[in-house]
């Protein structure tokens, strides 16, 4: 007897590929429910060979539901994830909601496995920042090897972390620039084409954006309080992937070839880096891809125990469906839930 999963946000870019995941990777799902809001109502989305019709997640009873996973936003999320886990469905939540909540873990499978246990307090469990997560996954091997102390990294987002919209937006900027037209920027501040942004996320008072101080918290949260991390996130013209230059200090010394061994064994890791033209991974490579690649592995000179190195991922996948869907499988590996209907 397999599981009843509902997808929550199924029109939305994120929830399309948590579909397409789900069947890519067998998960055993008796049932797929996709879910969005009343506007989407009767759409039709792929699940495999099959083609699903939306339902509205205002009046869904998720009672025989096992696990929703949720990608409708912050505010949906807070309006009905307690609801939902309190008909004892699991809630893997996307957005940033519930995130620094002490009483909801924040999971990366390959990471912080054992933090799950505690999801039953409230019966939701935490997906990171889409760039938290590929940065979490390479530090991690690292930070056990050498003891990470400090953080400093540079991101290159891809529009597609801005959803369709942001998608949209860049195509026909682009075509735009290319016919003479007019350029309007609606989704983004400034103009995408042919251009980078600054600015992801709304300011803080301290001159930080919020998906700065996103990737400051959740790196702590997930990884180690005590490591400092001081973040600049990019919006740059790509659709997919998300890549991040990043300059790590450590507590013990460590030199470029053993961090070069050390993530070649680490899961969720793919080191491609050969010191010559093309050696590296770029964004349009990871595109579809699963792993967190890793490439310009290199010692970094001005200080004692440091390292430099470039990440790349693709951020609708590591940074949201997969990593959610991982979840699915480890409360699924360690016996954390069963099915509704196999209990009954």
């Excluded at 008909?87 to 909601?97: K, L, P, R, T």
């Excluded at 600015?199 to 700065?212: P, R």
Aim: aromatic share 6%; net charge negative; with cysteine.
């Amino acid at each position: 007897m397999g599981f009843k999963i509902a997808v929550a946000g199924a029109t939305g870019n994120v929830g399309r590929e948590m579909l397409n995941i789900l069947e890519e990777r067998g998960f055993p799902a008796d049932e797929v429910v996709a879910l969005a809001s009343r506007r989407s109502f009767g759409t039709e989305v792929s699940y495999g060979d099959r083609t699903l019709k939306v339902k509205t997640l205002d009046t869904y009873d998720f009672s025989d539901t096992d696990i929703c996973l949720m990608s409708a936003g912050g505010n949906v999320s807070k309006e009905h994830s307690p609801r939902i886990g309190r008909q004892g469905c699991v809630v893997i939540d996307n957005s940033s909601a519930w995130r620094y909540d002490q009483d909801v873990p924040l999971i990366v499978p390959e990471v912080n496995p054992d933090a799950i246990d505690g999801f039953t307090r409230k019966n939701i469990i935490a997906n990171p920042n889409c760039s938290t997560a590929q940065l979490v996954v390479a530090l991690k091997p690292l930070h056990e090897a050498a003891k990470i102390t400090r953080v400093v990294v540079s991101t290159y987002q891809s529009v597609s972390g801005a959803g369709k919209d942001g998608m949209d937006e860049l195509f026909t900027q682009t075509r735009a620039v290319y016919v003479a037209d007019p350029v309007e920027s609606k989704k983004f501040t400034k103009r995408i084409a042919f251009n980078v942004i600054p600015h992801i996320d709304v300011f803080m008072e301290d001159g930080y954006t919020k998906e700065e101080w996103k990737m400051m918290a959740e790196t702590k949260k997930i990884l180690d309080p005590k490591i400092k991390l001081t973040a600049t996130c990019v919006r740059v013209p790509v659709f997919i992937g998300h890549s991040e230059a990043v300059n790590v200090e450590f507590e013990r010394p460590i030199s470029a070839e053993e961090a070069r061994d050390i993530l070649r064994d680490a899961p969720g890791c793919l080191v491609i880096d050969k010191r010559e033209d093309g050696g590296y991974i770029t964004p349009l490579e990871s595109a579809g891809e699963d792993a967190t690649y890793i490439s310009r592995i290199r010692e970094d000179i001005t200080v004692e125990n440091g390292l430099s190195m470039w990440v790349v991922s693709d951020n609708l996948r590591k940074g949201a469906a997969l990593n959610a869907i991982q979840i699915a499988e480890l409360l699924v590996a360690r016996g954390l839930i069963q099915p509704k209907k196999q209990a009954a």
